[in-house]
Nanobody, 117 residues
């Protein structure tokens, strides 16, 4: 069964940085594209960024140039480095297999990111 455990969230001031981590099941992680998603209060979950097995990355327009997705296949871990954070980045962040449309409905608990002064 696919499992994801997200961590690294917190409260940060506008302009600050955070690094999120996602520990994933080994068999699902190493052979699939992985993405980060987020869900702000009162809004639907949205796709944020994807990293494909060859290392290619694609970002949502709202985070391009500020966020960096990376992966460590040896550790079965996905990362999201978030810089120049804005209040509109406030959300619960999740990881999953797939891209804009997740390939699994097995979501983790997510990690809360709050950007506020």
């Amino acid at each position: 069964q696919v499992q994801f455990v997200e961590s690294g969230g917190g409260l940060v001031q506008p302009g600050g940085s955070l690094r999120l981590s996602c520990a994933a099941s080994g068999t699902i992680f190493s052979s699939n594209a992985m993405s980060w998603y987020r869900q702000a209060p009162g809004k639907q979950r949205e796709w944020v960024a994807i990293i494909i097995n060859n290392g290619r990355t694609v970002y949502a327009t709202s985070v391009r140039g500020r966020f960096t997705i990376s992966r460590d296949n040896a550790k079965n871990t996905l990362y999201l480095q978030m810089n120049s954070l804005k209040p509109e980045d406030t959300a619960v962040y999740y990881c999953n297999v797939g891209g804009v449309v997740p390939a699994s409905d097995a979501w983790g608990q997510g990690t809360q990111v709050t950007v506020s002064s």
